[in-house]
T-cell receptor, first 116, second 114 residues
Framework: GAVVSQHPSWVICKSGTSVKIECRSL??????MFWYRQFPKQSLMLMAT?????????EQGVEKDKFLINHASLTLSTLTVTSAHPEDSSFYIC????????????FGPGTRLTVL | AQSVTQPDIHITVSEGASLELRCNYS??????LFWYVQSPGQGLQLLLK??????LVQGIKGFEAEFKRSQSSFNLRKPSVHWSDAAEYFC????????????FGKGTKLSVKP
């Protein structure tokens, strides 16, 4: 399967600061990617879907001004958590959609965000 | 609306015993079906997937799953569990012809007794 990396793997920040998480596909190009968040002992919740070169589509209840997504290229997407608060502490996972019209997704290893 | 139900939150089996994790879905047609495994603090690894054809699907690490249309189920099985299989398992469905987003079940945590 395809390889997806995320950086950083974990980050601790103070409340009110912004944090950027990078997601890269290392061996393929994908036009569609997804950002999920996962609270402890819970499932993945889709935050947003983005296509390269266009604005992201956010799920209901996700603040687009707080969670900025930039799908800069076919191999890179970033999620910026602006003015982070403790309730934003979570595990953030990105994924890229495979080619061929099939809904297979390739997931990154995740980023653990802790906001103090 | 699509939904995925994993009835078992936590299952404990003895090493060497067989395993079955249940997954039921709600969808108007036949969706794409997936099983993923997640180790603590890690991302998701695809175990197997069903798109069409043979309803018994073989995956990695000795896992298999069977799609049963009449029961709207896609249960995951393994004949002999290893201690390294202890992890969280997620069933997911994807709509055909959509942009590709997946709906995940709440997960089943598997513990393995020595």
């Amino acid at each position: 399967g395809a390889v997806v990396s995320q950086h950083p793997s974990w980050v601790i920040c103070k409340s009110g600061t912004s944090v950027k998480i990078e997601c890269r596909s290392l061996d393929f190009q994908a036009t569609t990617m997804f950002w999920y968040r996962q609270f402890p002992k819970q499932s993945l919740m889709l935050m947003a879907t983005s296509n390269e070169g266009s604005k992201a589509t956010y799920e209901q209840g996700v603040e687009k001004d707080k969670f900025l997504i930039n799908h800069a290229s076919l191999t890179l997407s970033t999620l910026t958590v602006t003015s982070a608060h403790p309730e934003d502490s979570s595990f953030y996972i990105c994924s890229f959609r495979g080619a061929g019209g099939i809904n297979e997704q390739f997931f990154g290893p995740g980023t653990r965000l802790t906001v103090l | 609306a699509q939904s995925v139900t994993q009835p078992d939150i936590h299952i404990t089996v003895s090493e060497g015993a067989s395993l079955e994790l249940r997954c039921n879905y709600s969808y108007g047609a036949t969706p794409y079906l997936f099983w993923y495994v997640q180790s603590p603090g890690q991302g998701l690894q695809l175990l197997l997937k069903y798109f069409s054809g043979d309803t018994l699907v073989q995956g990695i690490k000795g896992f298999e799953a069977e799609f049963k249309r009449s029961q709207s189920s896609f249960n995951l099985r393994k004949p002999s569990v290893h201690w390294s299989d202890a992890a969280e398992y997620f069933c997911a469905v994807g709509a055909r012809g959509s942009q590709g987003n997946l709906i995940f079940g709440k997960g089943t945590k598997l513990s393995v007794k020595p």
